[in-house]
Each structure stands twice: as structure tokens, then as C-alpha cells.
């Protein structure tokens, strides 16, 4: 609702199911963060669970399956987020500021202002509705924990200026040992991706590590920005690039949940983005053009192996 009053343009209508306004709708989330997030990791989320699990209404029971799959840091610190916006009347103030056609709906009262269709259809399937959105405030929640960036580039070009705007955005940066150097003398504070693997980095062995991969496909890392070894202007054996084409590959497959980054001429296109929201189409484009980048670079190889056969024949 928030983010309404900022692009309300782009903004048709809204309806508010079930959503909190006011500090009263805040009864269990006032509850989580009575205690140090400590000790509701450890106690206070399991007996909150248990609670609505044996709660009868059918809606507890999807709130249930929501709060099992919720991450507990982003439960609490949503949680106090929620109740200060709340207390402060600051969402309300926001929904009743919005120029929109808006409606609130709150338990078992549809509003006698919409239509009789409109109120049997909300009444009928209010469960559906909030299954369809249970997977998107899934992923808010999820991301409620700071957003990293894996950088490793080749080329330099704009890289300073892409960091420095995704860390304006909260996003945490993190990079081989070259990079980092770099992005260090432009003023860029990052964290060294051997703080995440506990290896010392070599020349070959830079991001081949099973936990960056983890973190790439559980979405901990959240983007990947890589451009390979020079290969295509010096065509060379120490030149062919293997852990960044890796990672481009694991970024593009798991696009739903990782932006992969192949072109200094995405980064401004890409921080837009993260600004007002990032869709599946734009995922989609940033996959595709790094799976035909390896695909070039690749077929550069080959032809140049193929070349030195040729070579050799001759001799």
C-alpha cells in the first residue's frame, strides 16, 4: 500500500483483504516482537504456530501453511514493521490518501457499498484469493533479509557506479578477490566471496564452491554480475573462463529467484527496475541474453580449438 502512493498512476483500484490498518489488527504480531527475536526464534514462533494450527476457522488453516513456510527473521522483523507503521497510523493514513477506487475488507463483513455479484464472489472465494496471494507475500517475506549481489567482472566498465546503486537499494555486495580490490579503491564497501566459502581464493578456483551455489538457487544471492575472461580479443588457454560461465548458468536456471547480470549495458536498466519491482518478462530477458552470451563465448572456444587441430595437422 505504501508503494501505491508512490506509482498511484499505475494503480487502477485496490481492495485491502484482511490487511492490517490499524494498531488494534496487530494482536499477533505485537505478540512476536514482545520478546528479543532470540528468544522467539527459539520458543515464542513455535508456540505461535501451535496456536493456529489448533485455531478451527479455515482461514487459520492457510494462515498456518503461510506462517510454516515463513521465515522467522522476516516473521519478527515484519512483524515490527507492521506494528509501528500500524501504532503511528501511518497505513492508515496512506489508504485513506489514496486517489483510487479503494475498499477494506475484514473477517466476515463485505461492504454493503459493492455490488450483491461483487460481495458473493469475495464471500466465496476470499480462501482462493488468499491462496493466490500467499506465494507473493512469501517471497516479500523472504527478502525481508538483506538482498546479496555477487559480482565477479572481467571488465570493469560502470561496475563501481552499478555497485554503488545497488547498495543504495540495501542490497549487500559480495566478490572475488579482483573485484573487490577494485570496488574497495572506488569506496565501495564489500565482503570478499571467501567469507562465504571459507577458502582462500587461486587464480582457477574463485567461485567453485558448493555453498555460492546454494546460496544462488535458495535465492540468498539474489543477483549475479559476471562478464568472462577476455577470451574473443586474446584468444588463449588461461583466457577460457569456467567459474563465470558457472555461475551465468546457475543465475539464468534459477531465474525466478536470481537476476543474472552478463552486460555492462543491463546495469542501469537493472537497478530501474529493482525500484519499482522486478517481473518474471525482465527475468526472463536477463536469462536469455546470458545464455546466449556463454553461447557465444563457447562457440569462440571451439572455433579456436578447432583452428589449432587444423594447425597442427598441417605440420
Not at 485496490?14 to 494482536?27: A, M, P, R, S
Not at 546495469?267 to 557465444?296: H, I, N, P, Q
Request: glycine content about 4%; charged content about 30%.
Amino acid at each position: 500500500m505504501l508503494l501505491i502512493g508512490k506509482i498511484p498512476k499505475k494503480v487502477v483500484s485496490l481492495i485491502n483483504l484482511e490487511g492490517n490498518l490499524i494498531g488494534e489488527d496487530c494482536k499477533v504480531s505485537r505478540r512476536a516482537i514482545s520478546v528479543p527475536y532470540e528468544q522467539f526464534e527459539e520458543s515464542l514462533f513455535d508456540q505461535i504456530k501451535r496456536e493456529i494450527r489448533e485455531a478451527k476457522d479455515k482461514s487459520s488453516k492457510l494462515w498456518y501453511e503461510w506462517v510454516c513456510r515463513s521465515d522467522p527473521y522476516g516473521f519478527y522483523y515484519s512483524s515490527k514493521s507492521l506494528v509501528k507503521w500500524s501504532d503511528s497510523r501511518e497505513l492508515l493514513a496512506s489508504f485513506l490518501k489514496l486517489k483510487i477506487d479503494k475498499v477494506y475488507i475484514y473477517g466476515d463483513k463485505i461492504p454493503r457499498i459493492l455490488s450483491k455479484a461483487c460481495r458473493d464472489f469475495i464471500k466465496r472465494d476470499r480462501l482462493r484469493i488468499l491462496s493466490k496471494l500467499q506465494r507473493f507475500i512469501l517471497m516479500s517475506i523472504s527478502r525481508l533479509k538483506s538482498m546479496k549481489a555477487l559480482i565477479s567482472v572481467s571488465n570493469k566498465e560502470g561496475i563501481a557506479k552499478f555497485a554503488a546503486r545497488l547498495k543504495e537499494l540495501g542490497i549487500e555486495i559480495l566478490a572475488t578477490e579482483g573485484t573487490a580490490k577494485y570496488l574497495e579503491e572506488e569506496g565501495i564497501k564489500v565482503r570478499r566471496l571467501s567469507e562465504l566459502t571459507g577458502l582462500e581464493e587461486s587464480h582457477q578456483l574463485k567461485t567453485l564452491h558448493p555453498l555460492v551455489y546454494e546460496a544462488i538457487f535458495s535465492g540468498e544471492i539474489g543477483i549475479v554480475v559476471v562478464n568472462l575472461y577476455p577470451f574473443e580479443k586474446e584468444p588463449c588457454i588461461d583466457n577460457i573462463d569456467i567459474g563465470g560461465v558457472a555461475l551465468l548458468r546457475a543465475a539464468a536456471k534459477n531465474y525466478k529467484s536470481c537476476l543474472a547480470v552478463s552486460r555492462p549495458e543491463q546495469y542501469d536498466e537493472v537497478v530501474e527496475t529493482l525500484k519499482k519491482g522486478v517481473a518474471e518478462e525482465f527475468r526472463l530477458k536477463l536469462a536469455c541474453e546470458a545464455f546466449e552470451y556463454v553461447a557465444a563465448y563457447d562457440k569462440a572456444i571451439a572455433k579456436w580449438f578447432c583452428h589449432q587441430i587444423r594447425q597442427q595437422s598441417e605440420f
